[in-house]
């Protein structure tokens, strides 16, 4: 049974930052691709940020403020989030593929979710 679990959510005021983690059991990590999504009311879920054999990829709303990386030996992926925004809030997902894309119908496995919060 696949299960992918997110956690570092919280309450944080703009210009701060979080860490989520997304630790992964039950899939061959190594040869996933893992996405960091995000959903806010009212909002398509979209993808923030992937990483994958070819690369990792950033939307650019956080391009030079997010950072995706991926630890294989602890089948865990991260995502570094500096000079949060207010328009950041929202529930954050890690999701897991074998294929290649930012359209969450390409990934298969999905976490529960993390609240992230940012206050002004």
């Known amino acids: 049974q696949v299960q992918l679990v997110e956690s570092g959510g919280g309450l944080v005021q703009a210009g701060g930052s979080l860490r989520l983690s997304c630790v992964a059991s039950?899939?061959?990590?190594?040869?996933?691709?893992m996405g960091w999504f995000r959903q806010a009311p009212g909002k398509e879920r979209e993808r923030v940020a992937g990483?994958?054999?070819?690369?990792?990829h950033y939307t650019d709303s956080v391009k030079g403020r997010f950072t995706i990386s991926r630890d294989n030996a602890k089948n865990t992926v991260y995502l570094q989030m500096n000079i949060l925004k207010p328009e950041d809030t929202a529930v954050y997902y890690c999701?897991?593929?074998?294929?290649?894309?930012?359209?969450?119908?390409?990934?298969?496995?999905w976490g529960q979710g993390t609240q992230v919060t940012v206050s002004s």
């Open positions: 999701a897991a593929t074998l294929d290649l894309g930012i359209m969450p119908s390409k990934y298969r496995y």
């Open positions: 039950g899939l061959a990590f190594s040869d996933y691709a």
């Open positions: 990483t994958s054999r070819i690369g990792t």
